[in-house]
């Protein structure tokens, strides 16, 4: 098996839309770094943060009145932002007005959009390019299962993902020291069930960059089992890719409305919105209960991979 993954890494650095991937995911870290930069140089420290903070209290406060229509999702995040700057105000903890490298590299956790679609892109291609390019027919002639080689790409794209991960979180890093320098307050508050929860920074961005794996896990799973599945990379990049971009929105709008979104699987990608990073989307929502969505979809693309990629005859 070992040799196997080996293979299909090898043969994914050897195409150049690798390396043209990777060099877009570091400079959109820079552009994200220099912006970031200049807003920060840009910004002034508050001469009373009391004040601002209960000035932002009595705005949202006066939203929540002033639209009783509001939807639950919207309604939920004024009052997550009400809640903690009343913690603030109760324990003078000071909101920071500048940037440091850990506010740094959560917010560059958006960026994980640009994993995500780079993994598709390599795992819409490794299934069905073998098709196209009619390598496929020299795989399968080794001694070797279908199911192992179906399984050595799926752990390979994996693999990808996670890397391209690491190198967000540790480039984000490593320019926030060098732009940004410090590293700000240990605590960070996340507003979690109703209640306001001090957070070390490090460990809650930790433990938002590995949920953020989940994401890019499924999105992958699903680009490779259409790959698997129609053999056409194209298909399988063009399905994956228009639903990364519009399947969340599209969930949430259904939200708005309707209980059974939270059964899609864009309502439950997202795990960090039990961490504090956003709301769930939808009230009443659970960990455990995304988590069981979760592999719900991840067997039915593994079963339809599997099935389709093992039992199909290639044509000669």
Do not use: C
Not at 65 to 87: D, F, H, S, V, W
Not at 257 to 274: M, R
Not at 295 to 306: D, V
């Amino acid at each position: 098996m070992f040799n196997l993954v080996r293979n299909e890494w090898m043969k994914i650095f050897r195409r150049v839309g690798t390396y043209v991937m990777l060099a877009i995911l570091v400079v959109s870290i820079g552009v994200t770094g220099a912006a970031f930069k200049f807003l920060d140089s840009t910004a002034k420290e508050s001469a009373d943060w009391k004040k601002g903070v209960q000035t932002e209290i009595a705005n949202d406060k006066k939203v929540l009145q002033e639209t009783p229509r509001l939807n639950g999702y919207m309604k939920e995040e004024i009052n997550k932002n009400i809640a903690i700057n009343e913690y603030r105000l109760e324990n003078g903890i000071k909101p920071y007005s500048k940037e440091n490298v850990w506010s740094y590299v959560e917010k560059n956790a958006y960026l994980v959009m640009f994993v995500g679609l780079f993994t598709i892109i390599v795992s819409a291609g490794i299934v069905a390019s073998e098709f196209s390019w009619g390598t496929i027919k020299l795989l399968l002639i080794r001694p070797i299962s279908r199911s192992k080689i179906l399984i050595s790409k799926y752990i390979t794209v994996l693999l990808y993902g996670l890397g391209q991960l690491a190198i967000l979180f540790v480039i984000s890093f490593l320019l926030g020291l060098i732009l940004f320098g410090g590293f700000g307050e240990s605590a960070h508050l996340v507003y979690i069930d109703g209640n306001v929860i001090e957070q070390n920074m490090v460990w809650y961005l930790i433990k938002t960059y590995l949920l953020k794996t989940i994401d890019v896990a499924m999105m992958a799973t699903m680009a490779f089992m259409i790959s698997a599945v129609f053999r056409s990379s194209s298909l399988a990049i063009g399905i994956s890719v228009f639903l990364l971009f519009t399947g969340s929105n599209l969930t949430d709008l259904l939200a708005f409305k309707f209980d059974w979104a939270k059964y899609s699987l864009f309502a439950n990608t997202d795990l960090t919105q039990y961490i504090g990073f956003q709301q769930p989307l939808v009230k009443g929502m659970t960990l455990g209960f995304s988590v069981t969505i979760l592999l719900i979809y991840f067997l039915i693309f593994q079963m339809l991979a599997f099935i389709f990629f093992t039992k199909r005859d290639v044509s000669s």
